[in-house]
């Protein structure tokens, strides 16, 4: 009877250790604000903007080498990455903004121009 206490509790040792081996997987990281920001970032059509595109395509790819970094277990690094991929991202929205603002402004000086030319 004692030794069947033995090999239970030596069975479930061994279950135990083979359970926490396996899960050492990759670190979950959370990369939800960072791709929401890429996705709104282009609905803005920031790519559609030379200087919008260049923080949008950097924002993408920062967001893939976090995902990287998460699977090979740096999670710090991948987080930091993430944060580096959301500023950039929330950078193109503003700049695809400004050249909107920008954009809206000079066509609203032509209409003024044409209006005043139409008035002489």
């Known amino acids: 009877m004692k ?7 030596a069975g479930c040792v061994l279950i135990a ?3 926490a081996g396996c899960g050492s997987s990759p670190e979950v990281i959370n990369k939800e604000a960072s791709t929401s920001a890429i996705r709104a970032a282009q609905e803005v059509g920031a790519s559609e903007i ?3 595109s260049l923080y949008l395509q950097l924002a993408k790819e920062e967001l893939a ?5 998460a699977a ?3 999670k710090k690094q991948a987080e930091s990455m993430l944060l580096r991929a959301q500023a950039d991202a929330e ?3 503003v700049l695809s ?3 909107a603002d920008k954009n809206e402004a000079t066509e609203a000086l032509e209409r003024v121009k044409k209006l005043r030319q139409d008035n002489k």
């Open 17 to 19: 250790i083979a359970i």
């Open 97 to 99: 903004h400004g050249d």
């Open 91 to 93: 950078l193109a929205i």
């Open 50 to 52: 030379p200087s919008a």
């Open 72 to 74: 090979n277990g740096e």
């Open 65 to 69: 080498k976090a995902q990287v970094l």
């Open 3 to 9: 030794q069947m206490h033995i090999a239970m509790l």
